[in-house]
């Protein structure tokens, strides 16, 4: 399950990428359904995140799963869009998803 340390860097990275996208916590938080203090409870790692939320964001901030999970992978899915003028597919394979349950249940 999640701890203290992972909470924080899904956190962390969710109010990264929000702010790369030049977006308010206001308006994330309209468009997920909760509160802007849960957003900012969320992004404080004070709260749990659910994979659904997270899913949202990932739609929200058209980015991957892997962005939230991991500092490194955000930044290197900026600088691929940068570079290529393109976003990355945003379609998960059956695979991609497990995978991503596996390191969930882990406590990445």
């Given at each position: 399950?999640?701890?203290?340390?992972?909470?924080?860097?899904?956190?962390?990275?969710?109010?990264?990428?929000?702010?790369?996208?030049?977006?308010?916590?206001q308006d994330v938080a309209v468009r997920l359904g909760i509160s802007q203090t849960h957003?900012?409870?969320?992004?404080?790692?004070?709260?749990?995140?659910?994979?659904?939320?997270?899913?949202?964001?990932?739609?929200?901030?058209?980015?991957?799963?892997?962005?939230?999970?991991?500092?490194?992978?955000?930044?290197?899915?900026?600088?691929?869009?940068?570079?290529?003028?393109?976003?990355?597919?945003?379609?998960?394979?059956?695979?991609?998803?497990?995978?991503?349950?596996?390191?969930?249940?882990?406590?990445?």
């Amino acid at each position: 399950m999640y701890d203290e340390k992972c909470l924080s860097k899904i956190g962390a990275n969710i109010k990264f990428l929000r702010t790369l996208r030049k977006l308010r916590q206001q308006d994330v938080a309209v468009r997920l359904g909760i509160s802007q203090t849960h957003l900012s409870n969320m992004e404080c790692g004070r709260v749990k995140c659910s994979l659904k939320q997270l899913l949202r964001l990932a739609n929200i901030f058209d980015c991957r799963l892997e962005a939230f999970l991991d500092g490194q992978k955000a930044e290197e899915w900026l600088t691929a869009e940068a570079e290529t003028g393109q976003e990355e597919d945003k379609l998960y394979s059956k695979s991609d998803m497990e995978q991503l349950l596996k390191l969930v249940k882990k406590g990445i």
